[in-house]
């Protein structure tokens, strides 16, 4: 079955810092991967998303992702972190594999602190 | 159109309890998902709608638990005999049927506290 993995629980950085979120996903094929972000008590918004071509996917808000098929990864990166850029990130791959359901396959989130 | 809404934003209730939640998805969107949301997890899958047709439903989907889209338009997810474990957050997302790249628009989704 196909899984996501997001190593990291909870990383805490400095405002202006770089920052790259850790994704590790489960696929055979050439999956179709999002990038999600929630703040405190609310629904999920899509950063950006990568179904083929140019490894590297730009998204809203100034963070990108590269998809690297040897490592199996799809890491999120932004070079300077604001403060608003605090809240849970999520991971996701589209269940190809689940007929014509299609629907994502979440990893458990990575929690972003942002210090001043 | 203004995204997926979902009602209420947040129920407290107490353990026996039916609960329903609504989601209206995007107009043009056909596809319909609702996930379950626990504390420190992400979303895990509960059941998909192609228009009004229910065409999966997750092993997480017990029997007291029913969903509906009569209509092709609105869902419904009722929760009968509620239990202390039911208490997550319950998120509905959709999408346009046109690939398998499938882009999710998630609603702010419906918080359940069963006492």
């Known amino acids: 079955a196909q899984s996501v993995t997001q190593p990291d629980i909870h990383i805490t950085v400095s405002e202006g810092a770089s920052l790259e979120l850790r994704c590790n996903y489960s696929?055979?094929?050439?999956?179709?991967l999002f990038w999600y972000v929630q703040s405190p008590g609310q629904g999920l918004q899509l950063l950006l998303k990568?179904?083929?071509?140019?490894?590297l996917v730009q998204g809203i808000k100034g963070f990108e992702a590269e998809f690297k098929r040897s490592q199996s990864s799809f890491n999120l990166r932004k070079p300077s972190v604001h403060w608003s850029d605090a809240a849970e990130y999520f991971c996701?791959?589209?269940?190809?594999?689940?007929?014509?359901?299609?629907?994502?396959?979440f990893g458990t989130g990575t929690l972003l602190a942002v210090q001043p | 159109d203004t995204g997926v809404s979902q009602d209420p934003r947040h129920k407290i209730t107490k353990r026996g309890q039916n609960v329903t939640f609504r989601c209206d998805p995007i107009?043009?969107?056909?596809?319909l998902y609702w996930y379950r949301q626990t504390l420190g997890q992400g979303p895990e899958f509960l059941t998909y709608?192609?228009?009004?047709?229910?065409?999966?439903k997750s092993r997480l989907l017990s029997d007291r638990f029913s969903a509906e889209r009569p209509k092709g338009s609105f869902s419904t997810l009722e929760i009968q005999r509620t239990e202390q474990g039911d208490s997550a957050m319950y998120l509905c997302?959709?999408?346009?049927?046109?690939?398998?790249?499938?882009?999710?628009?998630f609603g702010a989704g419906s918080r359940l506290t069963v006492l």
């Open positions: 696929y055979g094929a050439t999956p179709y």
């Open positions: 709608f192609q228009n009004e047709a229910q065409l999966e």
């Open positions: 107009s043009e969107h056909n596809r």
């Open positions: 997302a959709s999408s346009p049927a046109d690939s398998g790249a499938n882009v999710l628009t």
């Open positions: 990568y179904f083929s071509g140019d490894t």
């Open positions: 996701a791959v589209v269940d190809l594999y689940g007929g014509a359901t299609n629907k994502l396959i």
